[in-house]
């Protein structure tokens, strides 16, 4: 079926009449979640459905950010309340390989409670490294300030993931964890030289360089392209993402409604799309902004469709697994019994 390089968010629990035409005519690749959609188990069910009839594709992905943590769309009753990435990394530490199945373990149990919700792709892990000051907009997100642990940390939560019956999504490539400032509200900037990036930030994306997907992160690398953020730089796009870290799965653009970004949302759309990345992400249900996107979205083909479509035929039908077993396995896992 025909679509567009683009995911868009709606307005609120169900897609209005102007939304479902919008979806209809306009052909996005995705819809994304955020908590202002979600009300109950069989509403989002609906509104998944609705979006897929909408757009005459029934494998058309609805994501989510579902990490765990302040980072958690769906929360108690309607799911578990799951814990933040530097959870599993503190238990790594003492005990790696606990560490490592408490992840796989969690990362499971949230792709089956989403995939029984109709959301096919979760945006998780986050591979960013952190550094001393960097953003509280990261913060406990990151699973460990060391790359290796990140690695095996973020191996464990796509496998779970995939497990689960959810495609993962790595972010923010090529790293974020040097950023200052929270760019939702302002463009960070990081000096720090190539070579030391290489064998820091940009090495857990390099290692799991196999993921399915990843999304981009709005921060200038200023020994790479010190004019433009990572998702509008065809320079770290290409060199960087394409080249050093070697990922050749979808690239979608972080929000292109955060203020890191400038300019119109449709020419910020167009410049992400330019530079490399296959999907423009526009999250917010503005319906004029949405039209923007859409305008400035191309047909979803070639390469990109090759990749869209490689990452789909990695989704699995939701498994039937004992959603209480499995917390209380990690559970255990997470309290230190690891004997």
């Known amino acids: ?61 609805v994501l989510i950010d579902q990490e765990g943590g302040r ?26 390989e606990a560490g490592v199945a408490a992840a796989r373990l969690g990362a499971e149990l949230m792709a089956v409670e989403l995939s029984g919700l109709g959301i096919t792709v979760d945006c998780l892990p986050v591979l960013d490294l ?25 191996r464990a939560v796509i496998e779970g993931t995939l497990a689960g019956g959810v495609l993962p999504v790595v972010k923010h ?9 929270d760019s939702h509200f302002e463009l960070p900037r990081v000096s720090a030289s190539r070579e030391v990036l290489e064998a820091t930030d940009f090495a857990p994306f390099k290692a799991l360089a196999d993921a399915p997907i990843g999304m981009t992160g709005h921060i200038v690398f200023e020994a790479i392209d010190p004019d433009r953020p990572a998702t509008v730089s065809p320079i770290v796009l290409g060199e960087i993402v394409r080249g050093f870290i070697g990922f050749d799965g ?9 203020k890191a970004l400038k300019g119109r ?21 503005d319906m004029g902004e949405m039209k923007e996107v859409a305008a ?23 498994p039937s697994v004992d959603i209480a077993a499995l917390a209380a396995e990690r559970d255990r896992l997470l309290a230190g019994a690891v004997a």
């Not at 578990?80 to 503190?90: F, L, M, T, V």
């Open 250 to 258: 979808l690239l979608m653009s972080d929000d292109i409604s955060m």
């Open 173 to 181: 490539m090529p790293g974020h964890g040097r950023a200052k400032v």
């Open 1 to 61: 079926m025909a679509t567009r390089a683009f995911i868009t968010g709606c307005s609120g629990l169900a897609l209005t009449r102007d939304e479902r035409a919008f979806c209809r005519d306009a052909e996005p690749w995705g819809l994304i979640l955020f908590g202002r959609n979600i009300g109950s188990h069989e509403q989002i069910r609906r509104l998944c459905a609705d979006f897929r009839e909408a757009v005459g594709r029934d494998d058309a992905p």
């Open 296 to 318: 400035a979205a191309p047909r979803l083909e070639g390469r990109s469709a090759e990749r869209a479509d490689r990452a789909l035929s990695l989704l699995r039908a939701r």
């Open 71 to 96: 980072v958690q769309r769906i929360r108690a009753p309607l799911a578990i309340n799951h814990p933040a990435a530097a959870r599993y990394g503190a238990l790594h530490a003492d005990h790696a």
């Open 130 to 154: 952190p550094t001393e000051g960097m953003t509280r907009a990261i913060g406990d997100r990151a699973y460990a300030p060391v790359a290796d642990a990140v690695t095996a940390l973020g």
């Open 265 to 285: 949302v449709g020419a910020r759309a167009a410049a992400a799309l330019a530079a490399g990345c296959d999907i423009a992400l526009y999250c917010k249900g």
